[in-house]
């Protein structure tokens, strides 16, 4: 017999598929972005700058060579001198997120907190996507509207 | 005694053909469990593991975490 | 004015916070401490990795 001992919440904090009730609503690491650009601490800021925003995007993650995050760059870092490294313009140990976090409770915080975007990790700091406010609304809303109708349209 | 693994460990055993058990309340499997786990809440482990179980087969046991 | 008068009060808890830690500012409207964010979202906080600098 074997013992995991660190148990569910580490198995959903590692973003691996589960069963039940809980795994058929959409949760933050479903609905965050996977294609988010990416850099190193070591680049220069006008590169990713470029390349961000050349990809469409208006945020950029830090990580390190195991896709550990060290940072994230807003609209507002990215507009920083461009000869800046990223190391020095970038917002050190962002506030992120796990996985597992359902896209209801965490689009609350974001809407009421004015957050417009949340980088979703796993349970030892490797990038899964960022999340995105906009989507986790659209989410939630689809959510609510999918299970309104499965209650016979009852409220 | 039971042997602690961690995740990969589990992955590995269960790829094998082990059982795996969720010993948390009802409620809280029937809202996640690890695909393919049964339920067998802490207090009936003892009395439905004998009947429920392949005794050819590797166990493991979960719950939420080591706290 | 000290810097006593300044920290926040999380919203959930009496804690004393500098800044709200779901939004990282350091004025918010309901400002929450690590451990109640914790508790709200389900252990979903990570620790920021140091950084070796």
Redesign the interface.
Known sequence: ??????????????G????????QRPR?GDIARKDVPTCR?DERLGDVRDRARWAGWDACVVLNEER???GLLRSKELEASPDLRI?EAM????????P??SIE??TA?MM????ESSPI?T?D?RLVGLLLREDAAEASLDLHERERHSDGGQT | MPRPIDRDEVRRLVDGGAQIVDVLPANEYESDHLPGAINMPLRRLEEEARSALDRGRPVVVYCSDSA | MTERDVAMACATCPSSIDRCEFCERSVCRSPICYHCLAEALGQAMAHPHPHGG
């Open positions: 017999m074997f013992d995991y001992e660190d148990g569910k919440l580490d198995w959903l904090a590692a691996l598929p589960s069963e039940g009730t809980n795994a933050a601490l550990v995050v060290f190391e917002r050190p140990g962002p506030s992120t997120f796990r597992f976090v409770e965490i915080f009421e907190h004015d957050l990790t349970s700091g």
